[in-house]
């Protein structure tokens, strides 16, 4: 009898330990679930975030492409006046030369993914790649951008000034829309500033025989195109974020 007892009780404990065992493994099942949920949600936030943040990316960098395009185009036109010089108009030559000192800079805005661990959160691997690219993938543009906003303040605005065309550069430079594109406050007057012509400025015809000139404006135009050319392989890894992240959120 006491052994019928004894066995009695070892089945009722291993049922209460089973039960026990399930028990905490349905918790965690819940508390895991939870955290999944949890984890979603917050992946959600961020995808939102960062298309929002990729967007303003991409419309910038298209601004910053179109910026580059004016100098290439004026800097065509400059080299058309050296060619052709003698139905060059002096408004005309101002106006492109002024053009060349345009000077695009892509700021984009950074994610904190990898310093922040949210980064484990994103699921889709091409996607996360992607972003943990980000940093490295500007660099080339930013450095271009970097050594042609050097040149044209040492190289192509110190020209300017010796040649005494710089008033001329200021009085039709303010009205610009590229300018304007720059101002906080895209509805700010846009006056144009008059400040005249110098009268010791050099002719149309010691600017388009000049060499220096000839060359600034070649190299604008082949510097700014490349840069160009870095700066759409950027915009396809934009667009490509872009529809990653779409792709996310439609998944859920």
Request: overall charge positive; charged content about 25%; glycine content about 4%.
């Amino acid at each position: 009898m006491e052994r019928n007892k004894t066995k009695k009780y070892l089945k009722y404990a291993v049922g209460e330990v089973v039960l026990v065992v399930i028990g905490i493994l349905i918790a965690l099942s819940i508390n895991n679930w939870n955290e999944y949920r949890k984890e979603r949600i917050k992946e959600q936030m961020i995808l939102n975030q960062l298309k929002e943040d990729y967007q303003s990316n991409l419309l910038q960098l298209e601004q910053k492409m179109k910026m580059r395009e004016t100098v290439i185009h004026s800097a065509g036109q400059v080299l058309n006046y050296i060619d052709h010089p003698v139905l060059v108009k002096r408004d005309s030559l101002i106006f492109h030369l002024s053009n060349i000192l345009v000077d695009p800079t892509f700021d984009p805005i950074q994610n904190d993914l990898i310093s922040s661990g949210n980064l484990r959160l994103i699921r889709n691997a091409n996607l996360k790649r992607f972003l943990s690219n980000w940093t490295s993938d500007i660099v080339a543009v930013k450095e271009m951008e970097r050594l042609w906003s050097g040149f044209t303040s040492q190289e192509v605005l110190t020209k300017y000034m010796r040649l005494g065309i710089t008033r001329e550069i200021v009085s039709c430079t303010g009205e610009k829309e590229i300018m304007i594109g720059w101002l906080l406050d895209k509805n700010a007057s846009n006056k144009t500033i008059v400040i005249g012509k110098s009268k010791s400025a050099a002719s149309i015809k010691e600017i388009t025989s000049d060499q220096l000139i000839e060359s600034i404006a070649s190299h604008a135009l082949g510097f700014n195109y490349f840069t160009n050319r870095q700066s759409k392989a950027l915009k396809k890894r934009v667009s490509a974020i872009l529809n990653l992240i779409d792709s996310e959120l439609k998944s859920e």
